[in-house]
């Protein structure tokens, strides 16, 4: 979720919309650059302006917002979510359904092809997924695949997904999340991710877009498909460029000027404020759904045992106070976060608040270091990122220090390091404790515990325990909706408890800056958490 441009784009028009998720999954670097100017005309192209960053659109490459903001426009899913809201709907298959307890089958449509001419059927689809377990790069979404067995094409147009546990209630939301793009075999290797540059060259897409022009995290132009006809529909623009910026400020004087039509992630809370006054310009708001939290790597976070290890991060979370880190950084836009699932779900809980309070308790932390024979003050190294998460993260992660060292508990070595280094460090165990954030795949509680707690999980981060996977198996499979929101609200209770491999902060909103004359800002902010620029309009 990135950077600089030396282009005007002349089919891109005046009006301009912002779209801010903030933070999440990624974010970015803006650009002091040139600003392009437009003149509005119905039917031209969009602007998007952004500081996040792609870190790769091989979708086997990147599980993070700001790639997927561009895989989503492109690829053919075989499941999407119909536009304006969450309802999941066949895409490129036709039909998608439990042919048995533990088999998911899919039948395409007639006629699909990628941008290139080359064919999408049933053996596409199966070397797509396969692909992805095979390659399972440490910052991709392979982990979303963890229940799949085995796929099979036994035609053209049937691909049959047979599944460990039977009944995943998730499934097919997962065909629709970031290990859903079908990719071309013919351009795509099956065992190594594909350059970038490559990737547009090549023109594989059939999505509502294809890319017609691609200098990563500078300048994208995405153009309109004439041959894609899955459930999104026809896109309502020409096109959409996407600006990618290094500074958050400029990212608002270009959306408060008129000189972009879309800004998406991140703004302050000072500049939505700001902008909420601001002439020719209405702010939107969406569902929540976006989580900030803390990561615990299990193997170098400092203590000598795991118990001392455990020890630590409870009284990590006995000396937070969420509410002054929502009030006093970010203007009360995000709210604390006192589980895993946040507020709102079903399923979602506050096993923090009841365990570890609403405000520092420093005799709480104090009684579970000595109990665990540590040695205070705990010298605690805390990365953070200063552009993937929006421009705010050091304010937050120097709250989280001066909350940790308020105790006499706590020395922190706090220090930041830019996004495209820190996915690939956070992974080869260079962090004790990090920060992340993340932005849902679908919206289903399981989205907040099985990517980050079950064997095999993105994290990376050496936490894998026997107890919590057969519990994600359990409701992951179980039809009965009461029974399966007991056993996620036990999931929460027992890692609270009892293990802590994540602390959460804070939860957000979807926020977005519209000018006045664009459309469709509000029907793309949804609950199915995926920014759609196909229904965005100008007049």
């Not at 309502?236 to 990212?251: E, F, R």
């Not at 957000?508 to 459309?519: I, K, L, T």
Request: charged share 20%; proline share 5%.
């Amino acid at each position: 979720m990135k950077t600089s441009i030396n282009r005007r784009v002349a089919a891109v028009a005046a009006a301009a919309v912002t779209l801010l998720a903030l933070t999440a999954c990624g974010a970015g670097r803006t650009d002091g650059g040139a600003t392009s100017t437009a003149g509005a005309a119905a039917g031209a192209g969009i602007l998007v302006g952004t500081t996040d960053k792609v870190t790769a659109i091989d979708p086997a490459g990147s599980y993070d917002n700001g790639s997927f903001n561009i895989e989503v426009q492109v690829y053919p899913f075989l499941m999407s979510f119909k536009p304006g809201g969450a309802e999941l709907a066949p895409d490129a298959a036709k039909s998608c359904e439990f042919t048995s307890d533990t088999v998911y089958t899919c039948i395409l449509r007639d006629g699909l092809k990628f941008a290139n001419g080359n064919p999408i059927n049933a053996s596409t689809v199966k070397y797509s997924f396969d692909r992805q377990i095979k390659i399972a790069d440490a910052n991709g979404p392979s982990s979303l695949l963890g229940n799949v067995e085995s796929i099979a094409a036994p035609d053209d147009k049937t691909v049959a997904f047979t599944l460990k546990s039977a009944n995943d209630q998730t499934f097919a939301q997962v065909l629709a999340s970031p290990a859903g793009p079908i990719v071309d075999e013919k351009t795509f290797p099956a065992d190594a991710l594909l350059d970038d540059s490559a990737i547009a060259t090549a023109k594989a897409f059939a999505g509502p877009y294809t890319i017609s022009s691609y200098k990563k995290n500078e300048l994208v132009v995405l153009a309109k498909n004439a041959d894609y006809s899955g459930i999104q529909g026809a896109p309502k623009n020409d096109s959409v460029t996407l600006k990618y910026y290094a500074d958050a400020n400029n990212l608002k004087l270009d959306i408060a000027s008129g000189a972009i039509d879309v800004a998406t992630r991140s703004l302050t809370a000072t500049d939505i404020d700001s902008l909420k006054t601001t002439k020719g310009v209405s702010v939107v708001t969406g569902p929540g759904g976006e989580i900030r939290y803390v990561v615990f790597n299990m193997n170098t976070m400092p203590g000598d045992t795991p118990e001392q290890k455990l020890a630590i991060r409870k009284a990590f979370a006995y000396s937070l106070d969420r509410q002054e880190i929502a009030t006093q950084v970010y203007k009360d836009t995000y709210t604390p976060l006192y589980s895993y699932v946040p507020e709102g779900l079903p399923g979602a809980a506050t096993p923090f608040k009841d365990l570890y309070g609403t405000k520092p308790d420093v005799a709480a932390a104090t009684k579970a270091l000595a109990d665990a024979g540590v040695t205070t003050p705990v010298t605690l190294q805390l990365q953070y990122n200063p552009d993937h998460y929006g421009p705010s993260s050091d304010q937050e992660y120097n709250a989280v220090k001066r909350q940790l060292e308020a105790t006499k508990l706590f020395s922190v070595q706090l220090q930041s390091t830019e996004w495209v280094t820190y996915a690939k460090e956070r992974t080869a165990d260079a962090y004790p404790a990090y920060q992340l954030g993340w932005f849902p795949d679908f919206s289903d509680a399981d989205n907040y515990l099985t990517p980050f707690f079950d064997k095999g999980n993105f994290l990376g981060n050496h936490f894998e325990n026997d107890e919590i996977s057969t519990l994600l198996a359990s409701e992951r499979t179980d039809k009965d909706t009461t029974s399966r929101l007991a056993t996620i609200t036990k999931i929460q209770q027992v890692m609270a408890e009892k293990y802590l491999s994540t602390i959460p902060l804070l939860q957000g909103s979807q926020v977005a800056v519209a000018r006045d004359g664009v459309s469709g800002v509000k029907d793309t902010l949804n609950a199915s958490f995926q920014f759609r620029y196909a229904v965005l309009t100008k007049g």
